[in-house]
Each structure stands twice: as C-alpha cells, then as structure tokens.
C-alpha cells in the first residue's frame, strides 16, 4: 500500500478499523505515532487533511528526528465557498478525489496535541 502512494497509484479505501490495527502494530513496534491536520488554501478550494505521523531519525544518536505524514485524508472539502457534505465528496470522480488528495503534498501537518 505505501508503495503505491510512494508511485502516486490510488490506494483502495480502508475501513477505521483496518486503520487502527495497523496502527497500533506499528506502534508495538516502538515507532511512536501522532495525528497531524493541514489546511490547503487555493483560488476556488480549501481542504482540511489529517494525517498520521511518526517520528523517524537514521537511527544515530544526536542526529536529527523528524516527523514523516503518511496516509492522509480529506476531512472537509471547500469548492467555491461551497463545503461539501461527506456523501458529495465520497460522490466525486476517483481522478477527482486523488488529485485533491496530492494537494497533501503541498501542505505542512502540524500535530493535533
């Protein structure tokens, strides 16, 4: 599934449950895990992303740590001043909702605590 983010490639959606497991199976693994939002501000759209992130260092004491975002998600979308409701944007295009979801990229996650 990363891999294909990585590739750009549409990932099937997962459940909240799926989710969840995956998390807590990465946090056992000692990677400490935080949630992060984002907002992306363009001319006609805004969107409120969350994500998942957790702290990565090359594994050398004193060297810098930082935090990688993984597996974002559209949290509200804004098209014209109009917010759309959750049915209308799980009813966009899949070409549509994966190129609203690359505009993570251009946004900076801050952690939620």
Same mark, same amino acid.
């Given at each position: 599934?990363?891999?294909?983010?990585?590739?750009?490639?549409?990932?099937?959606?997962?459940?909240?449950?799926?989710?969840?497991?995956?998390?807590?199976?990465?946090?056992?693994?000692?990677?400490?895990?935080?949630?992060?939002?984002?907002?992306?501000?363009?001319?006609?759209? %805004? *969107?409120?992303?969350?994500? !998942?992130?957790?702290?990565? #260092?090359?594994?050398?004491?004193?060297?810098? +740590?930082w935090t990688e975002w993984t597996n974002p998600r559209?949290? %509200? *979308?804004?098209?014209?001043? !109009?917010?759309?409701?959750? #049915?209308?944007?799980?009813?966009?295009?899949? +070409?549509?909702?994966?190129?609203?979801?690359?505009?993570?990229? %251009? *946004?900076?996650?801050e952690t939620s605590d």
């Amino acid at each position: 599934m990363r891999a294909m983010a990585k590739l750009g490639l549409a990932q099937p959606p997962r459940s909240h449950g799926e989710e969840i497991a995956d998390l807590l199976h990465r946090h056992k693994k000692g990677k400490p895990m935080t949630y992060g939002t984002a907002t992306y501000q363009g001319e006609e759209i %805004e *969107v409120d992303f969350s994500a !998942v992130g957790e702290r990565v #260092d090359y594994g050398v004491p004193r060297y810098p +740590r930082w935090t990688e975002w993984t597996n974002p998600r559209i949290e %509200e *979308v804004r098209i014209l001043g !109009v917010t759309l409701t959750p #049915d209308e944007e799980k009813a966009l295009p899949a +070409r549509l909702r994966t190129e609203i979801l690359r505009l993570a990229d %251009e *946004v900076q996650f801050e952690t939620s605590d």
